[in-house]
């Protein structure tokens, strides 16, 4: 190789495109897959760590498109550069300006999957596709409320004598199910911050002893085994059917936080919150997380409840009597 007696600048200059040549060559390797390369929106979930548009090149650098503020300092950033690499399915996003963010990541078409935390996830959209993909999701969405309600149309309903609310009703096997809240005022029963709307909405939060003897008549408070049955008819795995799928299954379609429901036995379970019997009886969790009491005691202070949240499924938890939860009644 012919050698050229280069000034200073000129051996820098050369280290420098050598440098840009290796990294043009690690773009082609596996710490820059190419689908991540390109202009993506935010569509849905969380934007807490990720901006609203990011641009990925296939060299490796990157512009965030959106304000930054850093957790560290408050600083705002604009249109801030990055730099990113994606190694065994993680990307992270690197900047001088900015905190690392890193993220497991899954691409599917023009559709990006970022989940950086055990609750925390977020979509992204091409954005030359953007459009596209909303008229479809919102189709999409058409299509399933018609499905839902012509679903609707056909179920059982029955009238609670007492006060005259009607409740929808669902049979899962040779079991009926309330698919609604109870919603039947009584002592030590609450709306959820005080206010009728949610009643109205979510039905009553009770405390235990109130919970067993407040279902209609012909009608009980599921035991911790009848819940069990249920959970494992939509899904759920191991003892009681705690685990698994059943919480998706449960779930509204609509109504929650980032984490709404197939609903596919129409359950029909809503986010109604709860109320704490410590703190003077504080409410939290409405939108985000339902509670419902079973009949099944545990000791002298708890009793079982089943939970479900925007980011879990269906769980089981011991809990203090005087709580505030939901009630689904089944029929005797």
């Not at 059982?156 to 079991?175: I, L």
């Not at 959820?192 to 209609?216: E, I, M, Q």
């Not at 936080?257 to 003077?280: E, K, V």
Request: contains cysteine; aromatic residues 12%; neutral net charge.
């Amino acid at each position: 190789m012919k050698c050229f007696n280069f000034t200073k600048l000129w051996r820098t200059l050369l280290l420098a495109a050598v440098l840009v040549v290796g990294a043009v060559c690690v773009s082609n390797g596996q710490t820059r897959p190419p689908e991540l390369a390109g202009r993506w929106i935010h569509y849905e979930g969380d934007t807490e760590h990720f901006p609203v548009e990011i641009e990925l090149f296939s060299d490796g650098t990157g512009i965030i498109k959106s304000s930054y503020q850093s957790a560290y300092d408050g600083t705002k950033y604009e249109n801030s550069s990055i730099t990113w690499k994606a190694e065994n399915k993680r990307l992270r996003l690197l900047s001088p300006t900015i905190e690392a963010i890193a993220a497991d990541y899954e691409v599917s078409g023009y559709e990006l999957i970022l989940v950086y935390g055990e609750r925390r996830s977020a979509k992204y959209i091409k954005k030359e596709n953007f459009e596209e993909y909303k008229k479809k999701k919102a189709e999409a969405a058409k299509k399933e409320e018609e499905q839902r309600l012509e679903a609707l149309s056909s179920f059982s309903y029955f009238t609670d004598s007492r006060n005259g609310q009607n409740y929808r009703s669902v049979k899962m096997g040779d079991k009926t199910w309330m698919a609604q809240n109870l919603n039947y005022q009584t002592g030590n029963s609450w709306c959820y911050g005080g206010d009728n709307s949610n009643c109205k909405k979510y039905g009553r939060l009770y405390d235990w002893n109130t919970a067993k003897t407040v279902c209609p008549n012909g009608w009980h408070l599921p035991s911790r085994e009848e819940w069990g049955a249920l959970a494992k008819a939509a899904g759920g795995t191991g003892d009681y059917g705690t685990q698994g799928q059943a919480g998706t299954m449960l779930k509204s379609t609509n109504g929650w936080r980032n984490g709404a429901g197939i609903d596919s036995i129409w359950f029909s379970a809503l986010p109604s919150g709860r109320r704490s019997a410590a703190d003077g009886g504080s409410f939290d969790g409405i939108g985000e997380r339902g509670c419902w009491w079973t009949a099944t005691e545990d000791d002298n202070l708890n009793a079982y409840s089943r939970a479900m949240s925007y980011y879990t499924n269906v769980l089981e938890y011991e809990n203090v009597k005087g709580n505030g939860y939901s009630v689904r009644c089944l029929q005797d």
